[in-house]
């Protein structure tokens, strides 16, 4: 965001014009300094001043740090309550939250956005166990046969067969909310590959 000079200061005004924040919001920050980490000052005569690379780091990790609710929307979740058991019964893979707003009461957990994204990218998809057969209306080939999503996904993709995936999935999650945008899309594609109705 700043040019990355040695030992530049910038003052309030500074940081307003390099980073979008309004003063009054830049104020609250500093007043917040104790929670929030905010980088130490130097005065300059009667004006406080941020060292250029001390504070654009603090910002980026700052603006790395997210709450459940933005976790849900990465995961494709409907809401935030599968993230909250999942801060303290982990899945398999799922990173440890690195703050919360109240630990001992267990509110508030937040996580590296880039923790999340990993985790959404590699996160294994629950198979049934070895040897459990399909279910007896199942057809070969179709993964999610039975299943109510296919047959939702079915009719999405019939009443708007030109819009782009991403709006199939809205129009999932606005239906059937639940699943993430991988399971959908996954349920998009057999749905594709297996037009018919069962």
């Known amino acids: 965001m700043t040019d990355d000079i040695p030992g530049r200061r910038l003052t309030r005004e500074d940081l307003a014009a390099a980073y979008g924040y309004s003063p009054t919001h830049l104020k609250r920050l500093w007043a917040d300094r104790d929670a929030n980490g905010h980088p130490p000052a130097e005065k300059d005569g009667r004006v406080l001043t941020w060292d250029a690379a001390e504070f654009d780091q603090w910002d980026r990790d700052r603006r790395d740090i997210i709450s459940g609710a933005e976790v849900a929307r990465i995961l494709g979740h409907a809401d935030s309550s599968w993230v909250s058991k999942a801060a303290t019964t982990m899945p398999e893979g799922f990173?440890?939250?690195?703050?919360?707003?109240?630990?001992?009461?267990?509110?508030?957990?937040?996580?590296?956005?880039?923790?999340?994204?990993?985790?959404?990218?590699?996160?294994?998809?629950?198979?049934?166990?070895?040897?459990?057969?399909?279910?007896?209306?199942?057809?070969?080939?179709?993964?999610?046969?039975?299943?109510?999503?296919?047959?939702?996904?079915?009719?999405?993709?019939?009443?708007?067969?030109?819009?782009?995936?991403?709006?199939?999935?809205?129009?999932?999650?606005?239906?059937?909310?639940?699943?993430?945008?991988?399971?959908?899309?996954?349920?998009?594609?057999?749905?594709?590959?297996?037009?018919e109705t069962p």
Do not use: F
Request: net charge positive; aromatic share 6%.
């Open 95 to 195: 990173p440890a939250p690195v703050d919360w707003i109240d630990q001992a009461a267990g509110y508030g957990p937040k996580w590296r956005r880039g923790d999340i994204e990993h985790y959404a990218r590699t996160r294994r998809t629950s198979r049934p166990p070895a040897g459990a057969g399909r279910p007896a209306n199942a057809r070969a080939g179709t993964a999610y046969a039975g299943d109510p999503r296919l047959d939702l996904a079915r009719q999405v993709l019939a009443e708007h067969p030109d819009e782009r995936p991403a709006r199939h999935i809205e129009r999932l999650h606005e239906r059937m909310p639940g699943s993430s945008a991988s399971t959908w899309t996954k349920i998009l594609k057999a749905a594709r590959d297996h037009p």
